[in-house]
């Protein structure tokens, strides 16, 4: 089982940046699917951003295209989400994700999760 710890979390002003990290340990799938997601208070979980294995791929939601990128140094096993121009609606507890399974690009087969890092955006 991998265990996936997020940080880079905190609180600040809109059109901020930010960097989130997700650092894997135990049986880390190096290589895998890796992604990001988000949950604002009321609301559900959502995709915000997709890697493949190798990192040559990437997908984004649209909330997130132009503004995020999501990125990853399989030697040190961390993925990156760098956050720019920051928005009240991007206030959420920020998870990241792994695939025990998969190399390639996916928005949903994921089987592992970390227990999130909160971003607040205040305006």
């Known amino acids: 089982q991998v265990q996936l710890v997020e940080s880079g979390g905190g609180t600040v002003q809109v059109g901020d940046s930010l960097t989130l990290s997700c650092v894997a340990s135990?049986?880390?799938?190096?290589?895998?699917?890796r992604g990001w997601f988000r949950q604002a208070p009321g609301k559900e979980r959502e995709f915000v951003a997709a890697?493949?294995?190798?990192?040559?791929?990437?997908d984004y939601a649209d909330s997130a295209k132009g503004r995020f990128t999501i990125s990853r140094d399989n030697a040190i096993n961390t993925m990156y989400l760098r956050m720019t121009n920051l928005k009240p609606e991007d206030t959420a507890v920020y998870y990241c994700?792994?695939?025990?399974?998969?190399?390639?690009?996916?928005?949903?087969?994921?089987?592992?999760w970390g227990q999130g890092t909160q971003v607040t955006v205040s305006s």
């Open positions: 994700a792994a695939s025990s399974t998969l190399v390639r690009l996916t928005r949903d087969q994921f089987d592992s």
């Open positions: 135990g049986r880390t799938f190096k290589n895998m699917a």
């Open positions: 890697i493949s294995g190798a990192g040559a791929s990437s």
